[in-house]
């Protein structure tokens, strides 16, 4: 496959560049950079040392890298993506678009406009929401993935068996979740400086954070009802990692065998969701650099609450994983190519 990355200088660009390294069906020929093109990425980066030395292009050459790819990768900030992916598409209507940002991840684009604070310029598009284990079907017949972000994608994955199966009181969900500093990106910001959060815990965007909407109108999908849910993200003082604990109150009669059959069900024969049960304690070290989401989940009979943890990479499964794992299925290839390497540890 011809690949080319629209914003590869990003951590989400370079963690898509060091899995793509790997991968026996890719081949990268563009990598663009707004901030530094004509560099070579590996003087960036370089622990791409012996496996990138290519020098960073710039969207002045968009029709060039369009008309000679079959897919391109856009880690640009939202409100860019959609002007790519509508002029990438316009010389090459064969292209395939793969966002890693958040303006193809909506249905209705009314919810984008009223929380990222920009119009949405691509209405037509029909992209597909890349959350792979709940959308396969329709991402192998997509052009476009909106791929989920990374709250999101461990969130969603935790609820959806309780979701789905109507197992919970959908007024009652609370996301509690933590991110490592990554998911901040690369730029410089007092609030991801080593002094800021060495030794520090803190919650931030309370009541308001962009994965809201997304992970509302998901879950409210698979129930065939629009729900709210209360979610606060943290900041925790690691590279790498989102832990996402879940909380809902089962329905009258749910008993945990039934919440036990309903994570089965949907994810028994997933290779990338690894089920540690029903008393299951996900921890973020044991996905670092992979693809996989574990989960585990609680019955607390004194509250009538279940609990529902997922952790993450959120670079990976969070982020460019994911979108691997999407242009694998897009492309009709063995899913777990490129990604298939067991977690860094410790």
């Not at 792979?132 to 994955?157: F, H, M």
Request: net charge negative; charged share 20%.
């Amino acid at each position: 496959m011809k690949i080319s990355i629209v914003g590869a200088t990003g951590y989400t660009g370079a963690e898509l560049l060091r899995i793509l390294a790997s991968h026996p069906a890719a081949e990268v020929l563009y990598i663009t950079s707004e901030s530094q093109p004509g560099t070579a990425i590996n003087e960036i980066y370089p622990h791409f040392t012996r496996f990138y030395a290519k020098t960073l292009a710039s969207l002045s050459d968009l029709d060039m890298i369009a008309s000679q790819s079959e897919v391109i990768f856009i880690g640009l900030p939202h409100g860019h993506a959609m002007e790519v992916g509508r002029k990438a598409t316009a010389v090459n209507p064969n292209l395939k678009i793969i966002d890693l940002g958040a303006d193809y991840r909506f249905k209705d684009h009314d919810i984008y406009e009223q929380w990222y604070k920009v119009p949405h310029t691509h209405r037509e598009a029909q992209a597909v929401y890349g959350l792979t284990e709940l959308k396969r079907s329709q991402v192998r017949e997509a052009s476009i993935i909106g791929n989920p972000g990374c709250y999101t994608t461990a969130s969603i994955l935790a609820l959806a068996p309780l979701v789905q199966h109507k197992l919970i009181d959908l007024t009652s969900i609370i996301v509690d979740a933590k991110s490592g500093v990554s998911g901040a990106g690369r730029g410089l910001s007092l609030g991801s400086h080593f002094t800021e959060v060495f030794e520090n815990v803190k919650a931030y965007n309370v009541a308001g954070h962009r994965h809201t909407p997304e992970i509302e109108a998901v879950l409210g999908e698979l129930a065939g009802e629009q729900l709210v849910i209360s979610f606060t993200p943290h900041l925790i003082p690691v590279a790498r990692g989102i832990l996402s604990t879940c909380y809902a109150t089962l329905k009258q009669g749910v008993t945990a065998e039934a919440v036990d059959a309903a994570y089965t069900s949907l994810y028994g024969d997933e290779y990338f969701v690894r089920l540690l049960g029903r008393g299951g304690y996900p921890a973020t070290k044991n996905t670092r650099g992979t693809n996989f989401c574990d989960l585990g989940w609680h019955i607390d009979n004194r509250t009538g609450r279940v609990v529902a943890v997922a952790a993450i990479d959120n670079l990976v499964k969070g982020a460019a994983g994911q979108a691997v794992q999407n242009m694998n299925v897009m492309f009709n290839i063995e899913e777990r190519t490129g990604l298939d390497n067991a977690p860094l540890y410790p």
